[in-house]
């Protein structure tokens, strides 16, 4: 059984970076064609897919983040790190990895295991 679980702050102040991290159990993130992903869900709204790591180690990110968005991945923990720069008013969001063959798409059917959340506020 695959298991996904983010770890980090629930609380970060304005113009910080956000750190987050995604251990996963019951598989390797280099297995070939998977792409582990970070999705978060602000308050009210749907999901937003925000990068990726895929099995080669490529990064991938959204064009509306990418210039904030960093994602790092450590083979030997089996965990994969998203840094968000310069946090402001609308990134409080449920932030979850999740695991895919393929990246990009905000639809949750895309992706076939999930971490259960972590709530982000940004607050000074």
Known sequence: QVQLQESGPGLVKPSQTLSLTCTVSGD?????????SWIRQP??????????????GKTYYSP???????????????????KLNSVTPEDPAVYFCARG????????????????GTQVTVSS
């Open 43 to 56: 308050p009210g709204k749907g999901l937003e897919w925000m990068g990726a790591v895929g099995y080669s």
């Open 64 to 82: 509306s983040l990418n210039r904030r968005t960093s994602i790092y991945r450590d083979t030997s923990k089996n965990q994969f790190t998203l």
């Open 28 to 36: 390797s993130i280099t297995t070939n064609y998977y792409y582990w």
């Open 101 to 116: 063959r393929s990246y990009g798409s905000p639809d949750r059917d895309e992706y076939d295991y999930w971490g259960q």
